[in-house]
């Protein structure tokens, strides 16, 4: 039996997909500044009636954000992967989360977990090393603020040994069973605090 947090972690290729975010308000623009983080190549289309200024200036960041100035059309949903929903009027969120469930397309509601697939997580990032944070939508708060811990606490030479590692990695001959050996044997003073 699972208890505390069931959710599956993924990290996810926001390049390769494509992630509609209806609403171009304050959160829609938190929603789009929270993928553009993780990847500023992020394929973005923003619907919405009105856009923000703030959401404007982030299209001059990038050719893959497309802004379409208009009320949500069913036809939005087509070609995409993710949906994130951000407007003020939650009976659209309902319609448009039913339509998507039926076109099988994850979606999150921003600030309404009942209505979510997925959540957005709180993300710390040091080179190619990435941490996500879920508090099972306990607290937010709590994921931002360790998020900060983390980004201090964590040197920023974790990401110089992951690239070494990374070296040691391709230059290890043998199979699979070998190279998990030798990797394990290498990074075990990293664990083992007496050695250290
Ligand atoms: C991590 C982060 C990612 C992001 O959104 O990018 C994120 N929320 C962030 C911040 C934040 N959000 C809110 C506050 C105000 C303080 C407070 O209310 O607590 C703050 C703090 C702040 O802004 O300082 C309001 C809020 N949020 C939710 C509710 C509804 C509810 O709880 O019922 C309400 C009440 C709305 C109301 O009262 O009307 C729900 C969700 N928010 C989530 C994610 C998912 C759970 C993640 C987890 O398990 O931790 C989940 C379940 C669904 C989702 O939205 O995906 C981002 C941190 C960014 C960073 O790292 O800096
Ligand atoms: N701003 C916050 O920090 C915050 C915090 C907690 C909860 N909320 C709630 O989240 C919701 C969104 O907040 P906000 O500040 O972004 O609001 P907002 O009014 O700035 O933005 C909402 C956007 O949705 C668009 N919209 C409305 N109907 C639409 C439709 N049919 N098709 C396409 N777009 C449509 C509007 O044009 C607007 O751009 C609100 O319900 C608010 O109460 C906001």
């Known amino acids: 039996m699972t208890t505390g ?9 926001l390049d390769q997909i494509h992630t509609l ?16 983080r993780n990847d500023h190549e992020a394929q973005v289309t ?11 200036q982030r299209q001059g960041l990038s050719r893959q954000i497309k802004l379409i100035e208009r009320p949500f059309r069913k036809s939005d ?5 993710l949906v994130i929903l951000a407007t003020d009027d939650q ?21 309404t977990p009942h209505l979510c697939d997925f959540y957005l997580g709180s993300t710390v990032k040091k080179g190619d ?13 709590f994921s931002k603020r360790l998020k900060e811990v983390l980004n201090e606490t964590l040197p920023d030479e974790t990401d110089l040994l992951l690239q070494n590692l990374k070296v040691i990695r391709d230059r290890l001959k ?4 070998f190279k998990v050996k030798a990797l394990n044997g290498i990074t075990k003073s990293l664990i083992d605090r007496n050695e250290v």
């Open 46 to 56: 923003i619907v919405s009636k009105k856009i923000n200024r703030e959401i404007r």
């Open 21 to 36: 975010i209806v609403g171009g308000g304050s959160v829609g623009l938190e929603k789009l500044d929270a993928l553009l």
């Open 174 to 177: 043998g199979d699979f069973s």
């Open 5 to 13: 947090n069931s959710l599956f972690p993924v990290f996810i290729k």
């Open 129 to 141: 090393l990435k941490i996500g944070i879920s508090t099972n939508g306990k607290s937010p708060t």
């Open 77 to 81: 949903l087509k070609g995409k992967d």
């Open 91 to 111: 009976r659209l969120h309902s319609r448009i989360r039913s339509i998507a469930r039926k076109k099988h397309l994850l979606i999150n509601v921003a600030d």
